[in-house]
């Protein structure tokens, strides 16, 4: 999900809510001091973005669902706005990556590879074997999967799917599998599934264990309960938004485990470099030697990448990540006449690559060196990340600016990535919670009118940063003060007009948006739909239940229940004590309180709620020997968690 993208599915559409205010004088001049700073009058990536274009979609509209009440997984219709120059409200380097992000369609990048763009936030791409079609990321939802292979079909000879491939463990790169591929055409070998080594195990667990959390940050990331348009949602700066539609997953047949491995599918030879621990714990490129084209997956893209992505995840090797594409440049520079991605656009050309990739290399590898060397000075993050600024070869590069990532929170990831989250400041180890630091910061301050006050002619002055800052502390300490969520609103709407990342000005806006409107609750799925639980592995399913044991009602309580699964023969010993619940995989406990037997499929049909447990043990498709109620009393025990929690106001009350 590029982005690393999280499981949840997205909300049903964005709600009508405007966001009233213009851009202020300072905002103004801010984007203005960015329009004479850089070369807006080079164009060669719009050249690139649009070389090769075959066809596309109308409106890039997409139908939804069926049953989904008119859904619409995807359109660019809504983003026509982005004709013209920049308004005022929107940062012109964004606006910029967002008008290139808008070319859409079918794309030809070399003889037998072709590029689906802009049907989602991700790319699809098609490589033309002997006999049949080797699909590389099938984007985020069957719907979107499906109609960019139907559009590509209107335009190119109508062959089967032989082969599929994953470049990555991100949902964006495989949960449209199904819109292309069944699993029956799988599971009778007429198809391959080509995935990096250990994809299955990262492609569940990163947004399983705090999926909740992670979708609800997500929202905030992708914007995406904000309203398209001038004062709305512009881009992510990787590619439009996200779909919304079916996710589904198809495990591997075909494991990359070596570094470097080729194959040949159907009389394409292939060689795939795994590159595990970069923009996703499993990852790989590809190479195409007939072709001369090098598919760099999401490790290059036209933006800075994310060392730490804002939705929540775990911070990336940024000198793994520099050498990774250190080695595609030593190896396949002077055979690449295009280098393609999963995300953006080509860069067409050996000598335009070679620039390209080094570029890219020394992003991840500036970031990582300079952060390193501030923090070994005594610099904490935040002082890092004001501290920090890019070298003009780099700043002055599109392809490196930070509109996905920024410099200052992947400035920040290098130091929790070697230092974590405290500072060695003492004051600092154990601090006020947010509520109780917010109230006393505000008494301290002469109270909420006289801080509102101040705050209003710092806002006047521009002081959006610190505006919106001491009206947190206002609202953590005065929920209801109406003032407060205003000028903290307009505060962020300012400094998302400004954001050159399409995420920070998704994040600013979403946040003005709440404090105004209140958290948006008309739709959110669950982090684990029903065609992803049937993928996961027992032991982390176990896991996940574990995390929602609500330990104060499980204080001095002790279950035992032994697991059979007679269609797969495992095992598992389910253990609650000390208020933690553990696993044990190709175990029984002998002292048992009680013992299931049953199939995945009705185990993960009562976890769905499609049936109870007591149902499916009247129904047989359950047994058990000891006394049943202990799962009940088990599962009492269990937190449930919604999606609506509080971001930008405190939490009603402690879980």
């Known amino acids: 999900m590029g982005m690393g993208m999280g499981l949840a599915q997205q909300p049903a559409a964005p709600p009508a809510v405007a966001l009233q205010r213009d851009a202020e004088p300072a905002t103004r001049a801010a984007n203005e001091a960015v329009l004479r700073a850089l070369n807006f009058a080079d164009r060669a990536d719009f050249d690139s973005a649009r070389r090769g274009f075959i066809a596309a979609i109308p409106d890039g509209t997409i139908a939804g669902p069926a049953g989904a009440g008119g859904l619409t997984a995807w359109s660019m219709k809504p983003y026509d706005f982005l004709n013209g120059e920049a308004p005022a409200t929107v940062n012109p380097s964004l606006w910029r990556q967002a008008q290139l992000n808008n070319i859409h369609g079918l794309f030809k990048a070399a003889d037998r590879v072709y590029q689906l763009r802009g049907y989602d936030i991700s790319n699809m791409t098609v490589v033309e074997g002997d006999t049949g079609l080797i699909v590389i990321d099938p984007l985020l939802a069957t719907e979107t999967a499906k109609a960019a292979l139907d559009l590509y079909f209107a335009h190119r000879p109508r062959r089967p799917v032989v082969a599929v491939v994953y470049t990555h463990s991100h949902a964006d790169h495989f949960a449209g599998v199904k819109g292309i591929v069944t699993d029956e055409e799988v599971r009778a070998g007429r198809v391959k599934v080509i995935a990096p080594d250990k994809f299955m195990d990262h492609a569940v667990a990163e947004n399983l264990i705090a999926g909740n959390a992670m979708s609800r940050r997500a929202w905030y990331q992708f914007g995406s309960m904000i309203p398209p348009g001038p004062r709305g949602q512009v881009d992510t700066g990787l590619g439009r938004t996200v779909a919304r539609g079916s996710f589904t997953l198809i495990a591997p047949t075909d494991e990359i485990k070596q570094d470097y491995e080729t194959r040949t599918i159907d009389g394409v030879e292939i060689e795939f470099h795994l590159t595990p621990g970069t923009e996703a714990p499993a990852e790989m490129t590809l190479y195409f030697p007939q072709f001369r084209v090098l598919n760099m997956a999401e490790l290059t893209s036209g933006t800075m990448h994310n060392l730490y992505t804002i939705r929540g995840a775990e911070v990336r090797d940024a000198r793994a990540w520099s050498r990774y594409i250190a080695d595609a440049l030593e190896r396949y520079g002077d055979r690449t006449d295009v280098l393609i991605a999963q995300h953006n656009w080509p860069v067409w050309g050996a000598e335009r690559a070679a620039v390209f990739l080094k570029k890219q290399r020394d992003i991840y590898k500036f970031i990582h060196d300079q952060s390193v060397r501030l923090l070994n000075h005594g610099l904490t993050p935040a002082e890092i990340a004001e501290t920090l600024r890019m070298p003009q070869s780099l700043a002055s590069e599109w392809s490196v600016r930070g509109y996905y990532g920024t410099l200052s929170h992947n400035a920040k990831a290098i130091y929790q990535r070697y230092l974590g989250w405290y500072d060695a400041n003492p004051a600092n180890l154990q601090p006020l919670p947010p509520v109780e630091s917010a109230k006393k910061t505000i008494d301290y301050m002469g109270g909420a009118a006289a801080v509102i006050a101040r705050a209003r002619d710092d806002f006047k002055a521009g002081q959006y940063r610190w505006v919106a800052s001491v009206m947190n502390q206002v609202v953590f300490a005065e929920p209801g003060n109406r003032e407060a969520r205003e000028l903290g609103a307009a505060a962020l709407e300012q400094l998302g007009y400004q954001a050159e990342a399409g995420t920070w000005r998704n994040a600013y806006l979403m946040g003005a948006m709440e404090l105004r409107s209140g958290i948006m609750r008309r739709a959110g799925g669950s982090t684990v739909t029903a065609e992803m639980l049937g993928a996961i592995p027992l032991d982390l399913l176990f896991d996940y239940i574990a995390v929602r044991l609500n330990a104060e009602k499980a204080e001095a309580k002790r279950i035992v229940i032994n697991w059979t699964f007679s269609d ?88």
């Not at 208020?579 to 190709?586: A, D, H, I, Y």
């Not at 002998?590 to 185990?603: M, Y």
């Open 568 to 655: 797969t023969g495992q095992t598992f010993v389910l253990n609650l004590e000390n208020s933690t619940l553990t696993n044990r995989p190709g175990r029984l406990a002998p002292d048992a309180d009680c013992a299931f037997t049953l199939t995945r499929a009705s185990f993960d049909a009562i976890l769905l709620r499609q049936k109870t447990f007591p149902a499916a043990i009247a129904a047989g498709e359950v047994t058990f020997s000891g006394n049943p109620m202990k799962f009940g009393e088990l599962a009492a025990m269990l937190d449930e968690f919604s999606p609506f929690f509080p971001i930008v106001e405190p939490r009603a009350a402690t879980p």
